[in-house]
């Protein structure tokens, strides 16, 4: 026996987890895992096992609900299959859970988790990163911004000032970002005192417009020129407001406003874009390419903005942005996940011709910890693609038990 076959036959397949050829085609899925680790918000991590000893993980986009999915809906379809054929699975698990007519929501979230952690189990499996089996990749790096919260009162602009000197010296050197929050009308008025504000209807006042447009000149000031930024509204406004905002930020060149408008109007989302010289960017409460169909042959939107571990998935997100990108509409990221979910969005990103610029959301302080990487997660603003199998990262099992939601155990 040579050393290289002692060793091989020593450590065995969970370490080096090397498969020959023959092997590669006849693993067979023997159990699906999902864990809560509370982080930002309740991450739903997911783990696929196989008879060869090789696993894969993923994550689908957070909230209740989505763990019940994977382990009592969806894991019994995809138990004894090839794990290879990911597409196919995808399509299995929603044809006989959601049916033709449900194909939304928690059901599309939970599947999504799932195939991403397929997708890792690929390429694990095939040696390769999960972005070579996409299509491979336009680029190493993808460009990130950073939502930040912005200041509870919007006339505060000492406190916009500072929000934006904080952002800029955070240790990933973001080159992009998005302010979003409290400071952003009519939320500056929680109780809504003020004339012309109310808790349900979807205006705006001359006031409003006023005050947001002068914090937007001074987050403009404080970053200078050519630093982008991009402007959220959570879907809180009717058409013609919206149009309003639009144009009370316009003078200060933010690289969007977002979510105008309420999603599943792709007509009023259509009527703000077509309105207003500031892109549009939408589509994080949209799931799959059917929901996207419209808006896009609408033109309704400047930019889509996908949640890949929400919406699809990795190979779902490819196809909307090629929808997209059959109509000259670019591509970002929506992305509130923990560094699993993140690098997976990555993963997908690399492999978009038109992706522009991927959200990192609110940010605690041992939010890589959760993983073992080689190196910063994000640099110089940019999440550089790892060129090891699957996704390129393990789950520190250490920072994950610390961090388990109530209730939760270690892949229980
Ligand atoms: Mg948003």
């Not at 060869?52 to 809906?73: F, M, N, T």
């Not at 923990?338 to 992706?355: E, K, N």
Request: hydrophobic residues 40%; charged residues 25%.
């Amino acid at each position: 026996m040579n050393r290289r076959s002692f060793l091989s036959t020593a450590m065995g397949a969970s370490l080096f987890t090397k498969l020959s050829a023959a092997q590669k085609g006849k693993v067979k899925i023997t159990d699906v895992k999902c864990m809560i680790v509370r982080g930002t918000w309740d991450w739903n991590l997911i783990k696929i096992e196989t008879d060869a000893g090789i696993s894969g993980i993923g994550e689908a986009y957070w909230g209740p609900g989505v763990k019940d999915i994977v382990l009592r809906l969806l894991k019994q379809h995809i138990i004894g299959e090839d794990p290879l054929n990911v597409d196919k699975l995808y399509h299995k698990m929603l044809m006989l859970t959601a049916g033709a007519g449900a194909q939304s929501g928690v059901t599309v979230t939970a599947a999504s988790g799932i195939e991403i952690a397929l997708w890792d189990l690929a390429g694990r499996i095939l040696e390769t990163p999960s972005c070579n089996l996409l299509g491979g990749r336009f680029r190493d790096k993808v460009r990130f911004y950073r939502t930040t919260q912005a200041p509870a009162k919007v006339e505060d602009m000492g406190a916009w000032r500072a929000l934006v000197q904080e952002a800029k010296a955070e240790r990933f050197g973001w080159t992009a970002f998005k302010f979003q929050g409290d400071g952003i009308p009519p939320r500056a008025d929680p109780e809504y005192k003020e004339p012309g504000h109310d808790r349900y209807t979807r205006g705006l006042t001359i006031q409003d417009l006023r005050r947001i447009g002068k914090a937007m000149e001074t987050v403009r000031q404080e970053l200078g020129p050519d630093i982008d930024f991009g402007v959220e509204a959570h879907w809180k406004y009717d058409v013609r407001d919206a149009i309003k905002m639009a144009q009370a930020i316009e003078g200060s060149n933010p690289m969007w406003l977002e979510d105008p408008v309420p999603p599943g109007n792709a007509d009023a989302m259509a009527r703000v874009t077509h309105s207003v010289n500031v892109p549009i960017c939408t589509g994080e409460n949209l799931y799959t390419r059917n929901e996207f169909r419209r808006l896009i042959d609408l033109q309704g939107c400047d930019i889509v903005h996908l949640d890949i571990p929400k919406s699809g998935g990795l190979l779902e997100s490819k196809r909307i942005h090629d929808l997209a990108e059959n109509s000259f509409i670019a591509t970002a990221a929506h992305n509130p996940a923990s560094p699993i979910g993140t690098m997976a969005s990555c993963h997908a990103a690399a492999s978009m011709r038109d992706f522009r610029v991927h959200e990192l959301a609110k940010y605690i302080d041992w939010w890589q910890d959760l993983v073992i990487l080689d190196g910063p997660i994000i640099q110089n603003g940019y999440l550089t693609i790892r060129d090891k199998p699957g996704l390129g990262l393990e789950i520190n099992p250490d920072v994950a038990k610390k961090n388990l939601a109530p209730g939760e155990t270690w892949w229980g």
